[in-house]
DNA sequence: CCGCATCCGTTACGATACTG
DNA sequence: CAGTATCGTAACGGATGCGG
């Protein structure tokens, strides 16, 4: 009995692709996915060092809606959160297809206007 | 050249995904690609009656941006806006994977907190 | 220190009324 | 019909504080 859901969204229709992004359609949640999917169990300072610099209370409420749903979990669950890592459930390791659907358009569409991107998914730090 | 981007985004890193989502990290644009890959050309007004009910000017703006980056443009590029539907450009279809990438994984996790929602991508209007 | 929570200014969103 | 203008609300983002 995992499910611990504060707050369902106010789903929007009964469309799939709608109601993911009623969930996910924000800009941050994915590259936390993209995160844990890339090194694996992460923490919550290794978050904080990516490239894209999320501020303190963001990443602290993205990672409980996706906790809440079960995309997320500590890799020790009975151990407190000090040092304890995020590591993705399977349910959210399912999102990758997501990450790497987005990654392929970018790589061949967005490169004229974003010349720095890199096809590094990420730097590894 | 039809590339007349008023404003490119600040872009957040070099990732590809990041970069993507720097664009389409919002609830609306992915649906708007949505309504034009399944009923094909649509109006201004086609879009606010789609369930999710878009507002206005959301939705104006979100038309604007996809239009800027190319991913869609007017069937009738010489005429008015007015009765001028909106189609998907070769790069605006290449998205297509994100979109059902995202419906998979919807429809193989959220049914349990989503009840009502359907295998149907979109009602038919 | 590390993992947040709180405060607060700024930006994005959303409903509605309105215009050509 | 295809958008703007307006204005209230919610989300974001940086700085800082605080408990373990």
Redesign the interface.
Same mark, same amino acid.
């Given at each position: 009995m995992k499910?611990k859901?504060e707050a369902?969204p106010d &789903? #929007? =229709? =009964?469309?799939?692709? =709608? =109601?993911?992004?009623?969930?996910f359609?924000?800009?941050?949640s994915?590259?936390i996915v #993209?995160d844990l999917a890339m090194h694996g169990p992460r923490t919550y300072s290794q978050f904080l060092a990516?490239?894209?610099?999320i501020s303190t209370n963001i990443l602290a409420s993205k990672l409980k809606v996706l906790e809440e749903?079960g995309l997320i979990e500590h890799l020790n669950p009975d151990a407190s959160s000090r040092g304890n890592p995020y590591k993705l459930t399977e349910?959210g390791a399912?999102?990758a297809?997501?990450?790497?659907?987005? #990654?392929? &358009?970018?790589?061949?569409?967005?490169g004229d206007?974003?010349p720095?991107?890199?096809?590094?998914?990420?730097?590894i730090k």
């Open positions: 499910s859901i369902l &789903w #929007r =229709s =009964s469309c799939p692709l =709608s =109601s993911a992004l009623d969930l359609g924000d800009k941050w994915l590259l #993209r990516a490239d894209e610099k749903f349910i399912e999102l297809p997501v990450g790497l659907a987005f #990654r392929e &358009w970018a790589l061949k569409h967005l206007i974003h720095q991107m890199t096809h590094l998914p990420i730097a």
